[in-house]
Nanobody, 124 residues
Framework: VQLVESGGGLVQSGDSLTLSCAAP????????LGWFRQAPGRERELVAA????????YYADSVKGRFTISRDNAKNTGFLQMNSLKPEDTAVYYC??????????????????WGQGTLVTVSS
C-alpha cells in the first residue's frame, strides 16, 4: 500500500492550500483516511479523518471550521483543504490509511499505512 502526498509549500498567514493524497494500485475505498501533522518538537497529531465511504468526518478542534477533508474513491485520492492558515499550522503533513472497521475511523490507533509527508510552512 503506497500513499503519496503533494501540495505542501510556503504560504502566508490567511492563505489557503490543498493537500492531496494519492493511493495508486490498491482498493482505496475500503480504507479510512486520516491526515496527521507533526511540528518540530511536537508529537504527531490527527487533524482530520474521513471514513471509508466519505460519510463521516472528524476534525481536531484546532482546525475545525478551517480545514475540510474529502476523498474521491473513484480516483483513489484524498484531499485536505486548508483555509485561513495560521503560523501554528506549520508542520509536516502526512496522510495515513487503515482498513475500514479495524478501529473507529477517528481513532489514532490502527493507521498503519503512511505517506512520506509534505511540508506546510505558514509565515506570519
Amino acid at each position: 500500500v503506497q500513499l503519496v502526498e503533494s501540495g505542501g509549500g510556503l504560504v502566508q498567514s490567511g492563505d489557503s492550500l490543498t493537500l492531496s493524497c494519492a493511493a495508486p494500485g490498491f482498493t482505496f475505498g475500503v480504507y479510512d483516511l486520516g491526515w496527521f501533522r507533526q511540528a518540530p518538537g511536537r508529537e504527531r497529531e490527527l487533524v482530520a479523518a474521513v471514513s471509508w465511504s466519505g460519510g463521516s468526518t472528524y476534525y481536531a478542534d484546532s482546525v475545525k471550521g478551517r480545514f475540510t477533508i474529502s476523498r474521491d474513491n473513484a480516483k483513489n485520492t484524498g484531499f485536505l483543504q486548508m483555509n485561513s492558515l495560521k503560523p501554528e499550522d506549520t508542520a509536516v503533513y502526512y496522510c495515513a490509511a487503515k482498513r475500514r472497521f479495524s478501529t473507529n475511523f477517528a481513532a489514532i490507533d490502527g493507521y498503519n499505512y503512511w505517506g512520506q509527508g509534505t511540508l506546510v510552512t505558514v509565515s506570519s
